[in-house]
Each structure stands twice: as C-alpha cells, then as structure tokens.
C-alpha cells in the first residue's frame, strides 16, 4: 500500500520583515485567506485511489490541480496553529523569529499555542485510524508542519518513506506499508 502526502502550493502572502505580536498575528489571518502560487507537481504516473484534503483553501485548490476524483475534505488535516509566543505591543521582532518561536513554543507546550504537541498527535491518529484502508493507493494534501509531523505517526505504524526535514510546496512524498487492516483478526462467528 502507499500513502503520498502533498503539501499544498506557495501562498501570495508576503510579509514585513519586522513585526509586534498582532502584526504577526494580523499576517497569519490573511495567510489562511491569500492565493496560492501553482505550479506543477511531479506524481511519477501514481494514480491515487483516493484522496483527502484539509477544509482549507490553499490545500483544496492544490488537490483540485493533482487529483481528478472526488475529495474527501477533513478538519482533521489543518495546519497546526502558530500563534505569537509573547505579547509586544510596540517591539518588532523579525518574522522568521515569530515563525520558528512559535513552533518551539508548541514543541516546549507552551500555553501560548492553541493546540499542544499531545493533541497534533492524537489529531494525526484520529484522522489515521478513520481512512478508508481498504484503498490501495492514498493521496493527503495538506500543510508543512502537519505533514512533518505526519510523516512520524506514519512510520510509527510501519510505513517507510524519505524522512523529511523541511517539507517543500507542491512535492510528492510517498510512504510504503502494509496495509493496517489486513493485519486484523476477523471476528469469530458463535
């Protein structure tokens, strides 16, 4: 079975290179709104049997270009959210500093990140353990840090793949495995 994971395209949101906490803020809001850059995506002839997709724009546009079939949208799938790690009024920080503090602040459980590290992971199982097994060749086009993340629940249940670092827009990443339910033991008749 194989599992490719997408990540959507580039978004047309560009940013001040200095920004307070509600500037970053403010920016993170027109990003979820903002366009995407398309490009074309290399699938190495790959037809999927199915396909499933975050509930936001930039991803269903992005599987729109790499999937004819119908799409499964999830909740499930979304971004992890990235929220300012302290409180400025008035200091600018650079946004790269407001992007990778962010990310450590949810890595360290900092109460400042809607979502913890706990609760990505039990979102990546939840969406895992409701798929539809029975499809042979599955296609997830979703975001950056969700598929980083992604990728680990996905060799913690067998599968092998490149281990990303740095996940790329609009990139294939495929994952090779056993396909879980045909692991399962069917049920005794009495």
Not at 177 to 182: D, F, I, Q
Request: glycine share 6%; aromatic share 12%.
């Amino acid at each position: 079975m194989r599992i490719g994971l997408v990540r959507h395209f580039k978004v047309n949101c560009p940013h001040n290179k200095m920004m307070t906490s509600e500037e970053f803020r403010q920016w993170s809001m027109l990003y979820e709104k903002a366009k995407v850059i398309k490009n074309k995506v290399e699938m190495y002839g790959s037809k999927w049997d199915i396909c499933y997709v975050s509930d936001l724009p930039r991803a269903i546009t992005t599987a729109k270009e790499v999937y004819s079939g119908h799409l499964h949208i999830d909740k499930l799938l979304r971004e992890v959210d990235n929220a300012p790690f302290i409180h400025t009024e008035r200091i600018k920080l650079p946004f790269e500093i407001w992007h990778v503090c962010g990310r450590l602040a949810w890595y360290f459980k900092s109460k400042s990140q809607p979502e913890t590290r706990e609760g990505t992971r039990k979102r990546i199982n939840a969406f895992l353990d409701k798929i539809d097994w029975n499809q042979e060749n599955i296609l997830i086009v979703f975001h950056g840090f969700m598929l980083y993340n992604f990728q680990k629940e996905l060799k913690k249940r067998g599968f092998t793949g490149e281990k990303i670092r740095r996940v790329k827009n609009g990139v294939l990443y495929q994952y090779i495995g056993e396909n879980p339910m045909s692991n399962a033991v069917p049920e005794m008749e009495e």
